[in-house]
C-alpha cells in the first residue's frame, strides 16, 4: 500500500459538491457503476462514460445529462481520446466469469488503461476492488481484483483503490445470495467459512466514497479499507437477515470441511445467481475480510447519521425491492449477445418460430401491462410446473435458471433481466422482445406484441429458435409438445388477464366514485 499524507479535517458532503470534476465511468452498465453516475450527477459533475452497448442504458431517466461514448477498454486510440480532459477516472470494469486466463487478461487490461489516462493527463484513478486479509493465498477472483488495484498504485496516475467487502443492497449479488439461503433453508447445512468474520458495507456508503473521491483536493496513490464497522460472521449474516426479514430463526450446521466448489455449486442451486459467479462468490469467503485501517475517516468524513450498519442495510434493500424501487440489479450486467435478425427472411439463417395470436374485446392498453409485468412474482401465465422445471434444468446445466426475477414489478427498460430473459427491444404499449439466456443449442428470443383491432385488440406471441447443428434441431423437436401446451394456454391467459385487470379497474373507479380512497389501483395478477 502507498503512503499517503493526512488531512487534519474530514471533508464534508458540502466540500465534496462543490469540487466539481469532469469523470469518465468505465462499467457504467454494471451494478455499481449504474448507480453511481446518477450520483455523480447530483453532486455537480461532469460525467462522461465508456459502454460497449449504449442499448443497455436507454431506458434510464438521467442519460440526457451524460455524454456517452461507445467503445471498449482495449481499444487504446478511443480510450485515449474519450479521456482527454478528465479529471477523474473510475474503473468499474470486473469480470466474475471470465474463463480461463482472465487473470492476465484482467491486469493487461488495467495497465492499457493506467497508460491511456497518463497520455491524456489524467488526475486520478478511482477503483472499486476487494476486502482481503494481507498475506494469504486468496482466490482466483480476489487476487485478480488484488493485481489490478496494484497495477494502477504503481502506475503514472495516482489512483485511490477502495478494498470493500460483501456488499448489501437490493439487487447486489452478495444480497441475493442471503436472501435465498435465509428464506429457502430451515435448517443450514453449511461449510466451515461460515464462521469466517466478514464485515459488509452498504451500497449507499459504497456510493457515498465513490463519490467523495472525485472531489478530494490531496494527491493520494494509496488503497484505502471500506466497510459497515459491524463484523459478523456469514452464519450470523444469515440470521441477521432472517430476523430483519421476520422469518423464524434459522439455525446454521457449520461443517468441518471448506468445500468451496461443493458450496459453490448448492448457491446457485437455491439462488438466482448462476454457477460461474456462484463459485467465485463462495471462494471469496475462504477467509475473514475486516477492514485493517479505517484511515478513510481523514479523508472523507463518514455520511450524515453515521456508517450503516448490516441489520439496517438488509432493512433498505428489503424496502426498496418492497416498493419496486431497485436501481440496478447485478444480473442486468449480463454478457452482451448479438440481436435478432431482422424480418423478413432472418438473414439467411435456419429458424423456428412458433407463432400464437389472440384477438379479443379488451382495451390494447390492459394487455400491455400484463405483456409489460411478465415474469418474476407475476409468472409466464402457463403451467407453472413446467417454467419451473425447465428453470431448474438450466440452473443444473449452468444456466440462470428462473431465479433471477426482475427489478421492477411492472416496468421494464432495455437491457433488464426478467428470469432467463433479458429485455432485447421494447416499444412500450405495443412490442416486448426478450432474448433467452437459458443453456440451449442455438439462440432464443420470445416476443410479445399488443396492437388495436377495432374496439378490442389483437395479441401476437412469437417464439423464435436458430438452432446450432444437429444438437439444436433435434431439441426444438423435443420441445414442440411442450411448446403446444404452453403457448396456447399463455396467449389465452395473458389476454384473460387484462380482461380482468380492466373489470377490477373499472369496479375500483366505480367505488372510488362511492367515495372508497384508494381504489382503482389494481394491478396484474398471475
Known amino acids: 500500500m502507498a503512503g499517503a499524507g493526512s488531512s487534519p479535517d474530514a471533508r464534508t458532503a458540502d466540500d465534496q459538491t462543490a469540487a466539481a470534476r469532469t469523470v469518465l465511468v468505465t462499467g457504467a452498465t454494471g451494478y455499481i457503476g449504474g448507480r453511481l453516475v446518477p450520483r455523480l450527477l447530483d453532486a455537480g459533475h461532469r460525467v462522461k462514460m465508456l459502454v460497449r452497448s449504449p442499448e443497455k442504458i436507454a431506458g434510464v431517466p438521467w442519460l440526457d445529462d451524460v455524454e456517452v461514448i461507445r467503445s471498449s477498454l482495449d481499444d487504446s486510440a478511443a480510450l485515449e481520446e474519450a479521456l482527454q480532459g478528465v479529471d477523474v477516472l473510475y474503473y468499474l470494469v470486473h469480470s466474475m466469469a471470465a474463463g480461463s486466463g482472465f487473470e492476465a487478461k484482467e491486469k493487461a487490461m488495467a495497465g492499457l488503461v493506467a497508460n491511456a489516462a497518463a497520455a491524456a493527463s489524467v488526475g486520478r484513478i478511482v477503483y472499486l476492488g476487494g476486502l482481503h486479509p494481507r498475506n494469504t493465498a486468496l482466490s482466483t477472483h480476489m487476487r485478480s481484483r488484488e493485481a489490478v488495484g496494484e497495477v494502477f498504485l504503481s502506475g503514472p496516475v495516482d489512483a485511490i483503490v477502495f478494498q470493500a467487502g460483501v456488499v448489501i443492497g437490493s439487487g447486489s449479488a452478495s444480497f441475493e445470495m442471503i436472501r435465498h439461503l435465509a428464506e429457502t433453508l430451515p435448517l443450514m447445512p453449511a461449510p466451515s467459512w461460515v464462521r469466517n468474520r466478514i464485515e459488509a458495507i452498504a451500497v449507499r456508503d459504497v456510493l457515498y466514497y465513490l463519490v467523495g473521491a472525485a472531489s478530494l483536493a490531496e494527491q493520494l496513490n494509496r488503497t484505502f479499507d471500506i466497510g459497515s464497522r459491524d463484523v459478523l460472521t456469514y452464519a450470523g449474516m444469515m440470521k441477521e437477515y432472517a430476523a430483519e426479514a421476520g422469518l423464524p430463526p434459522r439455525p446454521v450446521l457449520a461443517l468441518p470441511v471448506p468445500a468451496p466448489r461443493l458450496a459453490g455449486l448448492w448457491v446457485a442451486l437455491v439462488t438466482p445467481i448462476p454457477l460461474s459467479m456462484s463459485v467465485p462468490l463462495v471462494q471469496s469467503l475462504q477467509h475473514d475480510a475486516v477492514s485493517a485501517e479505517h484511515d478513510i475517516d481523514n479523508f472523507i468524513r463518514q455520511p450524515d447519521g ?57 382495451d390494447p392498453r390492459r394487455v400491455w401491462t400484463i405483456i409489460e409485468g411478465i415474469g418474476g412474482r407475476n409468472g409466464w401465465y402457463s403451467l407453472p410446473l413446467a417454467w419451473s422445471v425447465r428453470g431448474w434444468l438450466d440452473k443444473l446445466s449452468g444456466g440462470a435458471g428462473l431465479l433471477r426475477g426482475r427489478r421492477h414489478p411492472h416496468h421494464l427498460v432495455a437491457g433488464e433481466v426478467v428470469d432467463w430473459w433479458r429485455v432485447e427491444r421494447i416499444e412500450r404499449g405495443r412490442l416486448l ?70 373489470a377490477e379497474e373499472k369496479s375500483g373507479a366505480a367505488e372510488h366514485g362511492a367515495g372508497r380512497p384508494g381504489a382503482g389501483e389494481a394491478r396484474p395478477s398471475p
Open 306 to 362: 453515521g456508517l450503516t450498519g448490516y441489520r439496517r442495510a438488509v432493512g433498505l434493500a428489503l424496502g426498496k425491492e418492497r416498493d419496486g424501487q431497485v436501481e440496478t440489479t447485478w444480473a442486468n450486467a449480463g454478457a452482451d449477445a448479438d440481436p435478432l435478425p431482422s424480418d423478413p427472411g432472418w438473414a439467411g439463417h435456419r429458424v423456428y418460430v412458433d407463432e400464437r395470436t389472440f384477438a379479443s374485446d379488451v
Open 433 to 502: 422482445r426478450l432474448r433467452a439466456e437459458m443453456r440451449a443449442p442455438g439462440r432464443a428470443w420470445l416476443e410479445l406484441c399488443v396492437e388495436p383491432d377495432g374496439a378490442g385488440s389483437r395479441y401476437r406471441q412469437r417464439a423464435i429458435f436458430f438452432p446450432k447443428g444437429l444438437s439444436g434441431r433435434l431439441y426444438w423437436l423435443a420441445v414442440l409438445p411442450f411448446h403446444s401446451i404452453i403457448f396456447p394456454a399463455m396467449s389465452r391467459n395473458i389476454t384473460a388477464a387484462a380482461r380482468r385487470l380492466s
